[in-house]
């Protein structure tokens, strides 16, 4: 029962081993939404809360990049701004995709590919060997030989060392 009402008090879950909760504290934790885990097997008690913790940790996040674009012309466009005429270099663009302009291997700035065309055509997504037009939200210095590098960011499962 106390160990119901430690669990009720900081909202834990209760872990027990080769133990039976009485009537009392199973009616108590039924009241309280105290999860009561009960195990006969050690190992599987601590795989579960190893589990559990896992879950607890802060998630770890990687930038993976997707592809990369040349500019080889600029086009200054009222309505749009700045469009990088490009050739896709390697993996692909996407539209809405968050991009960096790198220039002589530092980056210049980071947005959003807010404008993706190929020819006339709006697209989603434009493959290597290709040539594009990018529009990306507040970049406006984009030079010819800039390269715009387009990437994610992915989850990284954690473990508990």
Known sequence: ????????????????FHVKPD???????????V???LYDIIFEAIDDIKLAMTGLLEPE????????????????????????????????????ISARLMRESESIGVGIVDSLKRFKDDVREVPA????????SGQEDIQVGDIIECFEMKEVLRSLS
């Not at 029962?1 to 027990?16: F, N, Q, T, W, Y």
């Open 1 to 16: 029962e106390s160990d119901i009402l430690l669990g009720a008090a900081s909202k834990a879950i209760v872990v027990g």
């Open 35 to 37: 999860e009561v885990r």
């Open 23 to 33: 009537a009392r504290a199973r009616e108590m934790a039924a009241r309280d939404n």
């Open 61 to 96: 996040f990687e930038e993976v990049v997707v592809g990369k674009a040349e500019v080889k012309q600029i086009f200054k466009i009222s309505k749009l701004g700045t469009i990088a005429g490009c050739s896709v270099i390697s993996g692909e663009i996407r539209r809405g």
């Open 129 to 136: 060997g290709m040539e594009c037009g990018i529009g990306i």
